[in-house]
């Protein structure tokens, strides 16, 4: 099995070649000091070997112009757990070509959710949306902006400024003497975990609490109430973004561009998280 | 309102009186007393009870119509009145009116909020009891019946003789359809020329069974005369794809419209009311005939192998170029489908024949001639690049699809296209449609996606964001933490740093404890010079701390002239005097047990810990 992730495998390893009476404390701390660390921040990364060949397969499908067997090839790796920008990138191709632009979005959305400055991810979302017609979501600048940074990106930019700040803190303690020298230097890197903490609330406030809704139908008929018998508000196309207000069963309550509020039942939309 | 008088009125009569015996003047009283008099009427006047009532002003109607519902509030203005939700019902409020009267000196107020009620079926509904809170009081109304017929077409006789207003006729060209088909049904709207104007036309109801509507579109109105009556008629195309095989079902479709017809009985002159008549609106109803239709399957017999599901009639045109490539080189084939059909879902069949060429995803444009989308040309750009430099041609492209005119498989077939391929090394992969191929200046929309990914990248995880995994976050206190433990340390020892006597009795704490240990180690190898030595040395030190004084300066003497005015107990005073006294001996009696030299060491550690709670 092909293992990319040599930290867990260095964990393995030892636990193999150590056996009892070659046990120490300081070994067995050191070990699962690491293995902790592992589980805290990285939480199991261990996928079937053959992904790769799967993926590749799809590829193949994909270049002979079956969409539609290479499409369920990629949905296949992704219900394994595993992901990556390239696995969502692939699918919202086949999807595309099968003429589905609500779930080619949605899944350049996800690979843009891991990789926010993949310009081919970019590029081939930004076609799909000039495809849909209709009321959709737009995106205001500061939004764009937020985007450059996945919230893993804008969390652990956080993180390390925040770390940064605290040592430097610390070695001021440490060492008085380069107080004034560091005074400078503490200062600058406060006011990054400032700003990065404060871009990490906003972009975490809108993953959060602004999902997004993308209808998956060819026309879907949003609804005065979450109910099949309500009153049409407004239709929504296929591929069309629409905030998420409210959820009631399996309904969602979105907005449209213009003020408009309807009901869109579950199975005609796949929502995401606010990016 | 009657409430508001009695509530309100009497603090201002009572506040008129004080002005009265005021002497302003006999007017102001009677002008006071006129009041009084009023406002004792409004009040010994009954008030009439609150009531609340719901009524339609049509009980009965044609889908596409609408009625009016009324609540009418009797009594009072009510703050908030809902929308009833009926399914099937589409109500929306029309507008708010207030009707003051006075009937024998009794006030009447009647709040009627108005709401339009428009089907969206037929069906007998029933718009259920409402309750509103007015004026603190909790009404109800009674629930109310709707019955909404389907419109029904009008028979060939009405339409004959002339007396049918409007009407709409639905048809079908081909009788024989096949499923996958797509075609257009033709919907004509008939107007009599004594309509004047119309508008707001709304399908209220399209069902089909075994078709999927597309686009619709209004063709040239023309004018047809049926019986002795003279008709403008509407047309409008509809394009239908057929889904399924077996009997399927069109219509009928019904709709409403408004119609302007001359008004009756204005009066006037006749002459002048032609040229001036201003006419009355009137909302219609419209229906079809239903249509039903038989829908084959395609044929079994004689399907070309590569037929992949087009039907219509088509016209194919190919192009490759370049045709002089090295192996690996990109060469564009332009396959150009034109004809009549459901464009949007051709795609290019599978050419077995090309196995020596690598093939990529191919693109293609739709333009349509008509407004249907059914008339046109689709434009596929397939990218293949030659595997071997033995391949001397493109071999012959062929499309195959179901003509439904003539009910045959039809074959179109472009020869094969000569190519000359070079052999070379290293082959770059060709570029499709990429954003760079923009200009710097101009940039071009791209006509299609990028290419898929040729590598899988790093793996992750579905999972939740780290900001939310509480490892993460606790994980986040170990700076905190560890800065929090440094400015412990730093103020530890700069407290240290500025107290010398503290420094002085953690530094005799520490020279105790390793003194004891060395005592112990001489108590074992009964060394009882050492022995005496360090505990002499030890009691100096100790001594010396308490009394803030030189360790060197400590002698038995302290005793007496210092320890003592200090309030030492007298048993503590005692131990030290011994220990003293058996480090003198010890110079005349050195040798001893370590039995005995043990018991010294838990004498002096008791005299140090009763010495450390001296206070100097």
């Known amino acids: ?275 | 309102m009657v409430l508001k008088l009695k509530v309100f009125g009497i603090p201002r009569l009572r506040g008129k009186g004080s002005l009265h015996r005021s002497g302003r003047g006999w007017n102001l009283a009677r002008v006071v007393a006129g009041f009084c008099l009023l406002l004792f009427w409004a009040v010994v006047t009954p008030a009439r009870a609150a009531s609340f009532t719901a009524s339609l002003d049509n009980d009965t109607l044609t889908l596409g119509q609408s009625v009016t519902l009324s609540l009418a509030f009797e009594g009072g203005s009510p703050q908030n009145v809902p929308a009833p939700n009926v399914p099937g019902l589409q109500i929306n409020q029309a507008g708010t009116s207030q009707n003051v009267s006075w009937v024998n000196g009794a006030m009447n107020s009647t709040v009627t909020v108005a709401f339009s009620v428009t089907p969206q079926r037929a069906g007998d509904f029933v718009i259920p009891a409402m309750t509103i809170d007015l004026n603190g009081q909790r009404l109800t109304s009674q629930p109310l019946q709707l019955r909404v017929v389907q419109p029904s077409a009008a028979s060939a006789a009405q339409v004959e003789s002339g007396s049918q207003v409007a009407f709409m006729k639905l048809t079908l060209p081909a009788s024989r359809i096949y499923a996958g088909e797509t075609t257009a049904a033709n919907l004509e709207i008939y107007l009599r020329d004594d309509v004047q104007n119309f508008g707001n036309l709304q399908f209220t109801s399209t069902p089909v069974d075994g078709f999927v509507l597309g686009k619709n579109a209004s063709g040239q109105r023309y004018r047809k005369q049926i019986g002795n009556r003279v008709y403008t008629v509407i047309p409008i195309s509809i394009a239908l794809t057929v889904t399924k095989t077996g009997n399927l079902s069109l219509g009928p479709f019904t709709a409403s419209m408004v119609i302007v017809l001359p008004a009756q009985n204005q009066g006037g002159d006749a002459f002048f009311n032609q040229f001036f008549n201003p006419g009355q609106q009137k909302q219609i109803t419209l229906a079809t005939d239903e249509i039903n239709v038989e829908s084959s399957p395609l044929p079994a017999q004689n399907a070309p192998p590569n037929f992949n599901g087009a039907i219509g009639q088509y016209t194919m045109a190919v192009g490759a170029g370049p045709t002089n490539v090295t192996v690996g080189d990109p060469i564009t084939v332009r396959i150009q489908i034109s004809g009549r059909g459901d464009l949007g879902s051709l795609t290019l069949p599978n050419q077995s024949a090309w196995h020596d060429f690598t093939l990529y995803p191919p693109t293609s444009r739709v333009e349509t001639t008509d407004p249907l989308g059914l008339q046109g040309t689709k434009t596929f750009e397939q990218i293949i690049a030659p595997q071997n430099p033995d391949v001397r041609e493109l071999p012959p492209f062929s499309f195959c699809y179901f003509d439904p005119d003539t009910g045959s498989y039809q074959t179109l077939t472009q020869p094969a296209v000569a190519l000359a391929v070079r052999s070379v090394g290293a082959t770059p992969a060709p570029t499709i449609v990429t954003s760079q191929t923009a200009g710097p200046q101009t940039p071009a929309r791209p006509e299609d996606i990028l290419p898929i990914k040729d590598h899988l990248g790093v793996l992750d995880q579905t999972g939740p964001p780290l900001v939310t995994r509480p490892g993460f976050l606790v994980l986040q206190t170990a700076p905190v933490l560890a800065w929090l433990a440094v400015v412990v340390w730093r103020k530890r020892t700069h407290r240290l740093a500025n107290n010398p006597r503290l420094r002085r009795q953690r530094q005799v704490g520490r020279l105790i404890r390793e003194g004891l240990n060395e005592l112990r180690q001489f108590a074992t190898a009964n060394q009882s010079d050492e022995f005496f030595a360090t505990l002499f040395r030890l009691l100096q030190e100790q001594l010396g701390e308490r009394l803030d004084s030189p360790a060197s300066s400590i002698t038995e003497a302290v005793i007496e002239e210092r320890l003592a005015p200090l309030g030492a107990p007298e048993p503590l005073l005692n131990q030290l005097r011994d220990l003293f006294q058996l480090c003198n001996q010890a110079r005349y009696a050195p040798i001893r047990g370590s039995a005995e030299l043990n018991s010294v060491i838990g004498q002096f550690e008791k005299v140090v810990r009763e010495l450390r709670e001296l206070t100097a």
């Open chain 1, 1 to 275: 099995m092909k293992n990319n992730f040599p930290y867990l495998a260095c964990g393995r390893r030892r636990k193999k070649s150590l056996n009892h009476s070659q046990f120490k404390p300081r070994y067995l701390g050191s070990y699962w000091i690491l293995s902790l660390l592992s589980a805290l921040v990285f939480t199991g990364k261990v996928f079937a070997a053959d992904l790769p060949a799967d993926f590749n397969a799809a590829n193949k499908l994909y270049a002979e112009g079956k969409f539609a067997a290479a499409a369920a090839a990629y949905e296949k790796i992704l219900q394994t757990g595993a992901v990556s920008p390239a696995l969502w990138f692939n699918y919202g191709n086949a999807e595309f070509k099968l003429g589905r632009p609500g779930r080619a979005i949605a899944a350049y959305r996800q690979a843009e959710l891991l990789a926010p400055r993949d310009d081919e991810v970019r590029a081939n979302l930004d076609f799909v949306r000039n495809q849909v017609t209709g009321p959709t979501l737009h995106e205001s600048r500061w939004q764009d902006w937020l985007g450059t940074l996945s919230l893993n990106e804008w969390t652990m930019l956080a993180a390390v400024t925040f770390w940064l700040t605290f040592m430097l803190l610390a070695l001021r303690q440490i060492q008085p003497a380069w107080s004034p020298r560091l005074r400078g230097l503490t200062l600058g890197v406060f006011v990054l975990t400032i700003l990065s903490c404060g871009g990490l609330g906003v972009a975490a406030t809108i993953h959060f609490s602004k999902p997004v809704a993308v209808v998956i139908e060819a026309e879907a008929t949003a609804r005065s109430g979450p109910f099949a018998e309500a009153q049409d508000a407004f239709k929504a196309q296929n591929g069309a973004e629409l905030p998420v207000l409210d959820h009631r069963d399996n309904w969602f309550q979105v907005a449209d561009g213009s003020g408009r509020i309807g009901w869109l039942p579950a199975r005609q939309v796949e929502v995401l998280p606010g990016a």
